[in-house]
């Protein structure tokens, strides 16, 4: 059993704990927390009953962060809004000057789906078919943290793009709404999906070219 | 957002300047660290679930417009939303808004704090008490409320109840090794009834 922590600081834990000191009490609990192994134990368990309180403590509705993600997005505008890839549109410019665009604002987590975005962007420069295509999203969606499901667009959980891209029965994101990977799935998806019908456009000239 | 993100192991500090960054998900890694604390404090500010979402909505708005307002030096993020979360519910009870001024209530309520009874007795009727502190005698719990929904220090609780510090300090502890005394025998029946 390891000892109990006798020094002032160590009084101090509880209150540390519900975040009720002032700036230097925290400082040098922090810093004498980082160095005795009785009071980082005692802290832990102070901390777990802390949270308890926040845990039982009634949750707003989903629809105030909704409300928040609305209010936010009218605010700083986001690239590649959902609406953009709702239907087919008119040529933009390619992933590789948006990623360009952005580099100068993202965090990790932004970093890693640009990554994805582009390697899809990149396969999909080689695609013949739209099955190719609706591959490529698909592991694009799933790498993301989504599911591709082919129930219909009422549930709520689905996001209403088609990505068999008509090679099939029609296939849909999927993701809870509110979780990380929605938001990024519904950040980064549409830029994905307009180069995917592009592709497949494209490689569908080729055919009637080459024949 | 209740689930742990993919920034969980960032640091309050570090999601911060994400914000700077107008980055979404370590907004809503604030929002499942601190959502529910505003809200709750909000709601027992106002006693009206719908002004407490739209406080909840306007403090974490007001945070990603101006992330750069928090100064770290001066309190933690917690703090300084609980701050902003008192200021909004201010703003909304001298507007005249609440159910609370609609009774002609004062909102005096704020400056002058309810007694214990009258705490209790609102939170009954309108609120409900948490599990949790609805185990600790009224003193601790008087304590554990004024620090967690009020961001209090121990210093200002103990001059605002005109108490010595020490018996704050004290108090604090009692009720956490109580509560936690309480979470470890529930987990024990939890594990009783698994095996």
Same mark, same amino acid.
């Not at chain 1, 590649?80 to 990790?108: H, L, N, Q, Y």
């Not at chain 1, 592991?139 to 008509?166: E, K, M, Q, W, Y």
């Not at chain 2, 709601?43 to 407490?52: K, T, V, Y």
């Not at chain 2, 300084?80 to 609609?102: A, E, H, K, P, Y």
């Given at each position: 059993?390891?000892?109990?922590?006798?020094?002032?600081?160590?009084?101090?834990?509880?209150?540390?704990?519900?975040?009720?000191?002032?700036?230097?009490?925290?400082?040098?609990?922090?810093?004498?927390?980082?160095?005795?192994?009785?009071?980082?134990?005692?802290?832990?368990?102070?901390?777990?009953?802390?949270?308890?309180?926040?845990?039982?403590?009634?949750?707003?509705?989903?629809?105030?962060?909704?409300?928040?993600?609305?209010?936010?997005?009218?605010?700083?505008?986001?690239?590649?809004?959902?609406?953009?890839?709702?239907?087919?549109?008119?040529?933009?410019?390619?992933?590789?000057?948006?990623?360009?665009?952005?580099?100068?604002?993202?965090?990790?987590?932004?970093?890693?789906?640009?990554?994805?975005?582009?390697?899809?962007?990149?396969?999909?420069?080689?695609?013949?078919?739209?099955?190719?295509?609706?591959?490529?999203?698909?592991?694009?969606?799933?790498?993301?943290?989504?599911?591709?499901?082919?129930?219909?667009?009422?549930?709520?959980?689905?996001?209403?793009?088609?990505?068999?891209?008509?090679?099939?029965?029609?296939?849909?994101?999927?993701?809870?709404?509110?979780?990380?990977?929605?938001?990024?799935?519904?950040?980064?998806?549409?830029?994905?999906?307009?180069?995917?019908?592009?592709?497949?456009?494209?490689?569908?000239?080729?055919?009637?070219?080459?024949? | 957002?209740?689930?742990?993100?993919?920034?969980?192991?960032?640091?309050?500090?570090?999601?911060?300047?994400?914000?700077?960054?107008?980055?979404?998900?370590?907004?809503?890694?604030?929002?499942?660290?601190?959502?529910?604390?505003?809200?709750?404090?909000?709601?027992?500010?106002?006693?009206?679930?719908?002004?407490?979402?739209?406080?909840?909505?306007?403090? &974490?708005?007001?945070?990603?417009?101006?992330?750069?307002? &928090?100064?770290?030096?001066?309190?933690?993020?917690?703090?300084?939303?609980?701050?902003?979360?008192?200021?909004?519910?201010?703003?909304?009870?001298?507007?005249?808004?609440?159910?609370?001024?609609?009774?002609?209530?004062? &909102?005096?309520?704020?400056?002058?704090?309810?007694?214990?009874?009258?705490?209790?007795?609102?939170?009954?009727?309108?609120?409900?008490?948490?599990?949790?502190?609805?185990?600790?005698?009224?003193?601790?719990?008087?304590?554990?409320?004024?620090?967690? &929904?009020?961001?209090?220090?121990?210093?200002?609780?103990?001059?605002?109840?005109?108490?010595?510090?020490?018996?704050?300090?004290?108090?604090?502890?009692?009720?956490?090794?109580?509560?936690?005394?309480?979470?470890?025998?529930?987990?024990?029946?939890?594990?009783?009834?698994?095996?």
């Amino acid at each position: 059993m390891t000892a109990a922590c006798t020094t002032e600081l160590a009084n101090l834990l509880p209150a540390f704990a519900l975040d009720a000191v002032d700036d230097v009490e925290r400082d040098a609990v922090r810093e004498h927390v980082a160095g005795c192994l009785p009071c980082s134990i005692e802290l832990a368990q102070l901390r777990a009953a802390a949270k308890a309180i926040d845990e039982e403590q009634p949750a707003p509705s989903p629809k105030v962060w909704q409300r928040i993600l609305g209010d936010v997005r009218a605010r700083r505008p986001k690239p590649a809004a959902m609406a953009e890839a709702g239907e087919p549109g008119t040529p933009s410019k390619p992933v590789t000057t948006r990623v360009k665009a952005r580099v100068d604002a993202v965090t990790a987590a932004d970093i890693d789906v640009l990554r994805l975005t582009s390697k899809a962007a990149h396969e999909l420069l080689w695609i013949d078919t739209a099955e190719e295509a609706a591959a490529i999203v698909g592991d694009f969606v799933r790498t993301l943290g989504g599911a591709v499901v082919s129930h219909g667009a009422n549930d709520p959980d689905c996001i209403p793009i088609d990505i068999s891209f008509g090679s099939g029965t029609p296939v849909f994101p999927a993701s809870p709404q509110l979780s990380m990977a929605r938001m990024l799935l519904e950040e980064s998806l549409p830029a994905v999906v307009e180069d995917a019908r592009r592709a497949i456009a494209l490689a569908r000239e080729r055919r009637r070219h080459n024949s | 957002v209740r689930e742990p993100g993919e920034l969980a192991h960032l640091t309050d500090h570090d999601l911060v300047a994400a914000l700077a960054a107008a980055s979404e998900p370590a907004l809503a890694e604030i929002y499942r660290r601190y959502g529910r604390v505003v809200f709750a404090t909000s709601r027992r500010l106002l006693g009206d679930d719908a002004l407490a979402e739209d406080i909840v909505q306007d403090v &974490f708005v007001r945070v990603w417009d101006q992330p750069h307002v &928090f100064d770290e030096r001066r309190g933690t993020l917690r703090t300084f939303l609980l701050v902003l979360t008192r200021n909004r519910c201010i703003d909304v009870l001298r507007s005249g808004r609440s159910r609370r001024v609609r009774e002609q209530v004062s &909102f005096d309520v704020i400056e002058q704090r309810p007694t214990m009874e009258d705490r209790m007795d609102d939170e009954h009727d309108a609120i409900g008490v948490s599990r949790a502190l609805a185990v600790l005698p009224p003193a601790q719990r008087q304590v554990i409320e004024l620090a967690y &929904f009020d961001g209090l220090t121990y210093r200002h609780i103990a001059k605002l109840l005109e108490l010595p510090e020490g018996t704050v300090k004290s108090r604090i502890r009692l009720a956490l090794d109580r509560m936690r005394r309480l979470l470890a025998g529930e987990m024990l029946t939890k594990r009783d009834v698994t095996v």
